[in-house]
């Protein structure tokens, strides 16, 4: 099991939520999004300039910019 | 008794509820960004509240009353949420009012297409009230997609009325109408289950709960246990105010809490990871009921919506589908103006020779006369037919777009741009908001969570033009722009130039976030979470009417209460002498020699100072003030319009100085009073007049002096 953080995701590629180092409003956000251990992820598809990143978690697509992607830990499991 | 300042006596929220009886219920409606809260509310309350398919389209309450069986219901719309813990100052006001107001019953309005993830507000809320009614929209969006909702299954794991709904289409709102009743009179004849956190949390919260009790009876003791054990610094303010005291100064909690975090804290949770413990079992709740009464077979309709996704935000695809929009948005408006605006224009003027002789005829003094027919009328008959048309046309398209779902593809487009000027990416949505009105786009700012991203988009939301400016530009571009053009050439050559000073708007608006971020709004890009919800079938013919209608008749009453007025001034400044010369002649000699400076002329810049309570008169109080001066008498059209500007020592290049100036000065005045309402503060209202202003002084200027010296080598 490999982990990485999320703005590493391939896209296209799913992993599955490990930790959160954001810390403060930032972290209840992400939480509130449903960003809690375990959860699957993925990453759907970029903008043109390929920051911010759309990612599909419990079923609803959110953009996220690569700062803040930097701070959810993942792992990649069996695939 | 609702919950106002008076009821209270502390100010928790700033929500004041209006009833039409004081017996009348107290209903909140709640629910995740972009669940169809607003649709559900129009649909129960018959008002006309404005949706649209992106997270954040109600800000601030609208409140609603609708009657049924004898009992009036104040439907109050909250902003949506993700869950009761507040980022903002919009988010608080929500929480507040759905912890503290006594309200009858809770409509949470959640999204069939992903129940999972709305559960966790739900769950969140069944610990505040037992008299919670899970209304489960979106059902036929749900079915689409292939996706089974077992609401009896939820309501049963739940213990409180769900009820499916389909509001776009009317369906179950009788049955939601009913149930709220039952809840309102607690004859629904269920309780809620609460959500079981893990041992060493439960454990710590029956250490609190019955120091809690003696407290207060008015809130639930466990909810509250939970709360104190969270310490939120927002949340615990706002419950001191509401219990009139500070809670943790009260020695049996203070010592309660104290031995429950010891607990906590023995058993490895610190503040931080307690409260991801809460999030974790309140999702891991939420999943175990969907598991239990959702049923999902097919995800062709997704794999759809990610297809269309990629090629409006792929590198290569993205930004030209966007201009391709725009383009096709200001050209349909553009050519559709058209043949409405001869119709209206031959129509109205038509009438000025009648209306005149009827003036006659009853014999009314010549200067009413005049007053009334050359000033008032014809101020008036300008503004419907050349600014109505284009305005009747772009605004239900554009909300037509808007209902798709598009314009969060854009702010996720634009998001690295606003980036790097350190702003924040929902600036576009507020941005595309202007494009309407800049009011509306300013109010709209409130979406953004951070302060100061909020200021800057509050502050150059007026770069874009809105709805009022756009028949201006149109004009002047179709008259001086595209001359020598006919049909299908002409109107795609005016839609590209328009896109060009639309980009030149966007243009202006970074460059000035970037200005504004380096001086008095010194800071670092804050953190960025956008929902980019799925594209829905807009409502065609609903936008269509509503938009065409709500529109037209807004514009007609703004016409009539601004422009009616503005013609009288113009009329009675050209009819009255000073000296010889009228006072018109005088007020524009007067700005002239500045005016010139800017490549306008006196009259122009006094026509914009006079459009200052509406941008749509500005042109037509120009043309009246150049034809008191002129003997012509016939200006029906566009063809004589331009000769009669010709006539006043118009160039191409006061066009272009007038298309740059309208494009950049000061605000409206409807849009300033919202400005100084948002930020609080005059100085920011002044800075709001004075940056668009002096930057397209600055670039008149500019222009100007550089042809001369062009011309002059």
């Known amino acids: 099991m490999s982990y990485f953080n999320l703005s590493k995701l391939p896209v296209g590629a799913t992993a599955y939520v490990q930790r959160l180092h954001a810390e403060g409003a930032i972290r209840r956000r992400l939480l509130d999004i449903g960003f809690t251990q375990n959860t699957p992820v993925s990453c759907l598809y970029q903008s043109p300039a390929g920051d911010p990143r759309a990612y599909l978690i419990r079923d609803a697509v959110i953009a996220l910019r690569s700062e803040d992607a930097k701070q959810i830990e993942v792992d990649c499991r069996d695939n | ?21 004081p017996n009348d219920k107290v209903i909140a409606l709640a629910g995740n960004p972009n669940v169809g809260k607003s649709t559900v509310f129009n649909a129960l309350t018959g008002m006309h509240q404005h949706t649209g398919n992106w997270p954040g389209k109600t800000v601030g309450s609208a409140q609603g009353i609708y009657h049924y069986k004898n009992e009036n219901y104040a439907l109050v719309d909250i902003p949506g949420t993700y869950s009761l813990v507040s980022h903002s100052a919009e988010e608080e006001i929500a929480r507040d009012f759905l912890c503290f107001a006594n309200i009858d019953a809770i409509v949470i ?17 069944l610990e505040i009230s037992d008299r919670v009614i899970v209304c489960v929209n979106l059902m036929d969006e749900a079915k689409r997609k292939h996706i089974t909702v077992n609401c009896k299954k939820i309501s049963e ?19 939601l109408t009913a149930e709220i009743r039952r809840t309102t009179q607690n004859l629904s004849g269920k309780t809620p289950k609460l959500t079981q956190y893990r041992s060493e949390i439960e454990s710590a919260v029956a250490m609190i709960e019955p120091a809690v009790q003696s407290v207060t ?11 104190l054990l969270d310490h939120e610094e927002s949340f615990l303010r706002s419950l001191d105010s509401y219990l009139g005291c500070s809670v943790l100064e009260i020695p049996a909690v203070a010592e ?3 031995s429950a975090k010891a607990f906590l804290s023995a058993k490895g949770y610190d503040t931080v990871s307690f409260r991801d413990a809460l999030v974790c079992d309140l999702y891991r709740h939420a999943e175990t009921i969907s598991q239990a009464a959702i049923r999902q077979t097919d995800t062709l309709h997704d794999r759809r919506q990610l297809r269309t996704d990629r090629l409006l935000t792929s590198k290569w695809t993205g930004i030209p589908v966007m201009l391709c929009m725009l383009l096709c948005i200001l050209w349909l408006t553009i050519s559709g103006a058209n043949y409405p605006s001869a119709l209206l224009s031959n129509l109205l003027f038509g009438l000025e020779e009648p209306l005149s002789a009827l003036c006659t005829s009853v014999h009314m003094p010549s200067w009413l006369h005049g007053a009334l027919v050359f000033g008032v009328y014809r101020v008036l008959a300008w503004v419907v037919a050349v600014m109505l048309p284009p305005m009747a046309i772009f605004f239900p398209l554009f909300t037509l777009l808007e209902d798709l779902g598009y314009l969060p593809r854009v702010a996720f487009n634009l998001d690295h741009a606003f980036k790097r000027c350190r702003a924040c990416g929902k600036q576009a949505l507020t941005m595309c908001m202007g494009f309407g009105c800049n009011a509306a786009g300013v109010i709209g700012c409130r979406i953004i969570d951070s302060p100061r991203e909020r200021l800057i988009a509050i502050l150059t939301n007026n770069f874009v033009p809105c709805n009022g400016r756009f028949p201006t530009l149109i004009s002047i571009i179709t008259m001086f722009f595209v001359a020598g053009t006919t049909g299908i050439v002409s109107t795609v050559t005016s839609a590209i130039l328009l896109t060009g000073l639309i980009l030149l708007g966007i243009f202006m608006t970074l460059l000035a976030s970037r200005i504004l971020s380096d001086t008095v709004l010194k800071g670092i890009p804050s953190s960025f979470t956008l929902e980019l919800p799925p594209y829905r079938r807009p409502q065609v013919g609903k936008v269509l009417i509503r938009s065409v209608f709500d529109r037209t008749l807004f514009v007609l009453g703004r016409a009539i209460s601004v422009a009616a007025p503005a013609g009288l001034i113009i009329y009675c400044m050209a009819n009255i002498t000073l000296g010889g010369t009228t006072l018109l002649s005088h007020c524009s000699a007067f700005l002239d020699p500045f005016a010139r400076l800017l490549g306008l002329d006196g009259v122009l810049l006094m026509a914009f100072i006079l459009g200052f309570p509406a941008n749509e008169i500005v042109m037509p109080i120009a043309i009246m003030a150049y034809m008191s001066e ?3 008498t016939e200006f029906n059209n566009l063809v004589a319009l331009k000769e009669l500007l010709l006539a006043n020592g118009w160039t191409w290049l006061t066009a272009a100085c007038t298309m740059i100036f309208s494009l950049m000065h000061w605000p409206c005045s409807t849009t300033l009073i919202s400005i100084k309402k948002e930020t609080g503060n005059w100085g920011w209202t002044a800075l709001a007049f004075f940056l668009p202003t002096a930057v397209g002084m600055l670039l008149c200027f500019f222009l100007t002096t550089g042809v001369k010296i062009v011309s002059l080598l």
């Open chain 2, 630 to 632: 002129s003997t012509l």
């Open chain 2, 256 to 258: 309660a809490v104290k």
């Open chain 2, 1 to 21: 008794m609702g919950l106002t300042k008076q009821s209270t006596g502390h100010s928790v929220t700033e929500l004041d509820i209006k009833k039409l009886t």
């Open chain 2, 157 to 175: 794991i739940l213990g409180v009325p769900v009820v499916p709904t389909s509001a776009g289409k009317k369906k179950g709102l009788s049955t």
């Open chain 2, 109 to 125: 309005v959640c999204d069939a297409t992903c129940l999972a993830r709305n559960l966790n507000l739900v769950l969140q809320t």
């Open chain 2, 217 to 227: 009876d008015k809130l639930p003791s466990r909810w509250l246990a939970l709360k």
